[in-house]
């Protein structure tokens, strides 16, 4: 091994010694109320907000990299790229001059409530209709009961849910089948897919701890 | 109860945990694990092996949980299984992509495709295959579609933290008849996952993926040891039920 190589296990040992470190302390800060374990784990977890800030410049500048590089290679989505890029460019000028020039500052929240809020409420309406459609294709792609119990329940939420045209509430469907299918089999079925989740949560962190998974420098 | 049982109830919860998780990693067996047949990770092997020889490319897209919140979880099992998948197709034409809604996970997808190209026949490490396509779950899922769309990718993976916008992400992948396998820590993208995507993972099967991918035998016995402690949990509620029934508690 050269020393390159010698440098880089032994700075990898180190990452993960200080990764397995500050994971256990912030663990016990957690279930341990005493004044030094919580101020430590607060201060780790402080830390962490605020590379998590410095991340998001790290993130931003990947998204530029990416997108100019669509640019240069003439790809299909270049346009969209090159709209993105300039787009990035005056809300970001726009967010610096805000701080100095508070009269700017309507400017730059309108960039959010008149461009974001509208584009994304409009993909909302458009997963309406994807998941209408999507339901319609489970039934031909995955023909069995559990995919029928799926679409009849969702069906069952949906007409219990709404006033239906000249029928209104439709009495049995709202005031009896829909609350006993998602306050009982719902909210149970909920649960036991919850706790599966938090236990495999709790392996996942502890394979992180144990420094058998790491995302923090390889293998 | 008072603050200092339920911490103490907690932490002895991941010290058994931890224990089981060690202790069966470390009992040397006869015969390897044998764990329920999960149809879903066959088919995962099935197309990323397509992938190889079509020469095309995989696309793992690792959701917005935020690696400051429990939410990261997911992500983290997302990263597992990108890791592996990357070694999986190292003798492919071309690395897998990886998008994310969170910058930190963008920046560990790619130190993870790093850590995979030392080992693989593509070339050089390209850092923008690791990408944060967007900040909030929409623009993320938009910046998703055109990787999805643009890319020439043949199987798709989403595993993390979503939302329903997850069936956006699915609904393109599969209009580009691209292979769909889909988990979710969330109940929400759970359902629409089940509605949209062609291999759904429900509930924890998304954290049993390294177990099924042999990424090594600390995965194994984990899932092993989520058995046990489901098991545990089922005892508990039960017993505590009857004695709830016969007026004890």
Redesign the interface.
């Known amino acids: 091994m050269n020393l390159k190589g010698l440098f880089a296990t032994i700075s990898r040992s180190w990452l993960t010694a200080i990764a397995i470190a500050f994971g256990v302390l912030a663990?016990?800060g957690?279930?341990?109320?005493s004044t030094i374990l919580t101020g430590l784990r607060l201060l780790l977890?402080d830390l962490?907000?605020i590379?998590?800030g410095f991340?998001?410049?790290?993130?931003?500048a990947?998204?530029l990299?990416?997108h100019s590089?669509?640019i240069k290679r003439h790809?299909?989505?270049a346009s969209?790229s090159t709209l993105l890029i300039i787009v990035l460019i005056v809300t970001f000028l726009l967010g610096l001059v805000a701080r100095f020039f508070p009269a700017v500052n309507p400017l730059f929240n309108g960039a959010f409530n008149y461009i974001?809020l509208p584009?994304?409420a409009s993909?909302?309406a458009?997963?309406a209709v994807?998941?209408t459609?999507?339901?319609v294709r489970?039934l031909r792609?995955r023909f069995n009961w559990l995919s029928v119990v799926?679409l009849v329940t969702a069906l069952l939420i949906i007409f219990g849910t709404v006033s239906l045209p000249f029928l209104g509430e439709v009495p049995g469907l709202s005031g009896l089948v829909r609350p006993l299918l998602s306050q009982v089999f719902a909210a149970s079925g909920?649960r036991?897919?919850?706790?599966?989740?938090g236990?495999?949560?709790?392996?996942?962190?502890?394979?992180?701890?144990?420094g058998?998974?790491r995302?923090?420098?390889?293998? | 109860m008072t603050n200092l049982v339920l911490g103490l109830i907690g932490f002895a919860l991941v010290l058994v945990s931890a224990v089981l998780i060690i202790g069966l990693a470390a009992w040397r067996r006869k015969s390897p694990p044998v764990f329920r047949d999960i149809p879903t990770f066959a088919r995962m092997r099935h197309a990323v092996g397509r992938v190889v020889e079509d020469g095309t490319r995989l696309h793992v897209s690792l959701g917005h949980g935020a690696l400051s919140t429990p939410q990261s979880a997911s992500g983290l099992a997302g990263l597992v299984l990108l890791g592996r998948l990357a070694e999986l197709t190292s003798a492919g034409d071309q690395p897998p992509i990886a998008t994310s809604g969170d910058s930190g996970i963008a920046i560990l997808s790619q130190d993870v495709l790093q850590a995979a190209s030392k080992v693989s026949a593509q070339g050089a490490y390209d850092p923008t295959l690791g990408r944060l396509t967007g900040l909030t779950p929409f623009s993320y899922a938009a910046g998703a579609i055109t990787t999805i769309r643009d890319e020439n990718i043949s199987a798709n993976m989403f595993v993390g933290n979503f939302g329903a916008e997850s069936g956006l992400m699915i609904e393109a992948a599969e209009r580009e008849n691209s292979f769909t396998m889909a988990g979710s820590d969330n109940l929400t993208a759970q359902a629409v996952m089940y509605g949209t995507a062609q291999e759904p993972l429900i509930g924890e099967e998304l954290f049993a993926a390294g177990a099924y991918t042999d990424a090594g035998r600390l995965h194994s016995s984990s899932l092993t040891a989520q058995d046990i402690l489901r098991w545990g949990i089922i005892a508990v509620m039960l017993i505590g039920s009857i004695l709830k029934v016969l007026g004890v508690l």
């Open positions: 663990l016990i957690y279930f341990f109320t977890l962490a907000v590379l998590a991340a998001v410049f790290v993130g931003v990947n998204l990299n990416v590089k669509k790809d299909k989505s969209y974001q584009v994304e993909l909302m458009i997963l994807t998941l459609y999507a339901a489970l792609r799926f909920a036991g897919i919850l706790l599966g989740v236990l495999g949560t709790l392996a996942m962190g502890l394979r992180v701890l144990f058998a998974d995302p923090y420098g390889g293998k």
